[in-house]
């Protein structure tokens, strides 16, 4: 179970700021001291020594503001909320998300969502660079690759049967003679 350090010192006459005690026997490492026959280079000179806590001139009231002046009142960067500097949601593009759906489908209904999905994803993409608060872009990207592949594909088969019925001259002969 947990203690309070107040508790956990087991001599109260001597108060542990930390509440750490070392282990009996504990001692700690020598101070440091330069090797025998250890000269300084010439001309050097020690930094002066100060006392920890703030720099020099840290509380001047005459300092400048060390990063320029603060945003006005309300102010929030694009995707930012102005309250607490919360990051926003973005919403999607409904046009991303339409060019999606309808490049999925494309490979079962070819033409008919496939070309659809091509000209919704170009759509999204416009709308998502003009209004940078609207997210999507992945899916409408998505969306144009499967609609351009389904349109490839449909293409491809198509060409494929057309080389297949000019090859060939659609009728077989057979000879029976000896």
Known sequence: MYQPPSEQN????????????PPPGYQPPPAYTPPPGYQPPPNYTPPPSQPYGAPPNYASPTAPPPYGTPPPP????????????????????GLAVA??????????FWFFTGIPAVITGHMALNRIKQNPMLGGKGMAIAGLILGYLSIASLLCIGGLIVVGLLS????????TSP
Do not use: C
């Open 99 to 108: 060019s999606l759906v309808l490049g999925l489908l494309s490979f079962l």
């Open 74 to 93: 309300g102010y929030a960067p694009p995707g930012y909320a102005a309250a607490y500097g919360m990051p926003v949601q973005q919403q999607s593009s």
């Open 168 to 175: 060939g001259s659609g009728t077989a002969t057979f000879s």
């Open 10 to 21: 087991p001599n109260p006459s001597q108060p542990s700021s930390s509440g750490y005690e």
